[in-house]
């Protein structure tokens, strides 16, 4: 499985991206599709996920970003507004199924800076 995330780059405070991953395989087929990011020096987080249909958002991002799918194009998506410089990160998409376990994009870097 392949995992291509792009949609990053320089926003200023306040801004909005959207994120893309488009996946090699039919996303319908996984119970789990997420995204995740990693600031410079800290641990990689979770961010948002859609589980069985349900979605939900980690509390720094509430209300901000919003995780969708696409299942015709099998793309996940990120939509992040009223961007923040301490969102600024590489935001790393995943799906997981039980038979075969959890995938990794590449990350794309999200800077948010004036």
């Known amino acids: 499985v392949q995992l291509q995330a792009s949609g990053g780059g320089l926003v200023q405070p306040g801004g909005s991206l959207r994120l893309s991953c488009a996946a090699s395989?039919?996303?319908?087929?996984?119970?789990?599709l997420a995204w995740y990011r990693q600031a410079p020096g800290k641990q990689r987080e979770w961010v948002a996920r859609i589980i069985s249909g349900i979605t939900n958002y980690a509390d720094s991002v509430k209300g901000r970003f919003a995780i969708s799918r696409d299942n015709a194009e099998n793309t996940v998506y990120l939509q992040m507004n009223s961007l923040k410089p301490e969102d600024t990160a590489v935001y790393y998409c995943y799906a997981y199924r039980g038979d075969v376990g959890g995938y990794w994009g590449e990350g794309t870097l999200v800077t948010v800076s004036s």
């Open positions: 395989l039919n996303i319908l087929t996984f119970h789990t």
